[in-house]
């Protein structure tokens, strides 16, 4: 069976300089009836595990530090058995959300992943934050790029450890050279394609 790609929406509360925001959070599945990889562990488990459905989790990949994207991810590991990969640079985050205990393994560039017969590959895509991560899976023709790209363009900058000129050179240098039909997933809101924000990254 070839791998496919679910989604769950997960809504929460996002806290940026002592604000809190209400959003909603797009978590990815790709695996198959047997095996499941989880991209991002946003504000509780439960839906995340109702997602998965029984499945076997090989890994939960985070795509970087921000609390909206890993609240989830120490109860998720809990449930399920998985490992957490997650990209040192942004330890400084996961601290403040998981302070007692850490991710089991490093993401950066060209870490693996083999689920369901499809690999995906990981990209470090700085400047939304510093360890900033997207996987390309290039088989399913998508890139999974947590809050770096989106329909529109790139993520936001204006925050602690952020940078624009740093988001526009990773997409740049990273995402844009990939195939134009690439299907971007995003961490919030609408699918889109690399060629359809090829104008839009400045």
């Not at 790609?5 to 695996?31: P, R, Y």
Request: glycine share 10%.
């Amino acid at each position: 069976m070839r791998a496919r790609i679910d989604k769950a929406v997960v809504s929460g509360v996002f806290s940026l300089d002592g604000q809190d925001f209400d959003v909603d959070n797009n978590v990815w599945l790709v695996g198959d009836d047997d095996e499941v990889l989880v991209i991002d562990a946003p504000h509780r488990a439960e839906p995340i595990v109702e997602a998965i459905g029984g499945r076997r989790v090989t890994a939960i990949v985070l795509t970087h530090g921000h609390n909206d994207h890993i609240t989830a991810a120490v109860d998720l590991r809990e449930a399920t058995g998985a490992p957490i990969w997650f990209n040192p640079c942004d330890l400084m985050f996961w601290k403040v959300v998981h302070p007692s205990t850490l991710p089991d393994h490093p993401v950066g560039y060209g870490t693996q992943f083999n689920v369901a017969g499809t690999t995906l590959a990981s990209m470090h895509t700085p400047g939304h934050s510093p360890g900033s991560t997207c996987l390309y899976a290039p088989d399913l023709a998508t890139v999974f790029t947590g809050d770096t790209l989106f329909c529109g363009g790139p993520g936001a900058t204006g925050r602690s450890f952020s940078d624009h000129p740093t988001i526009v050179r990773s997409i740049r240098s990273y995402l844009l050279p990939l195939p134009g039909d690439t299907v971007v997933r995003t961490g919030h809101g609408d699918d889109t394609t690399i060629a359809a924000e090829v104008l839009n990254v400045s």
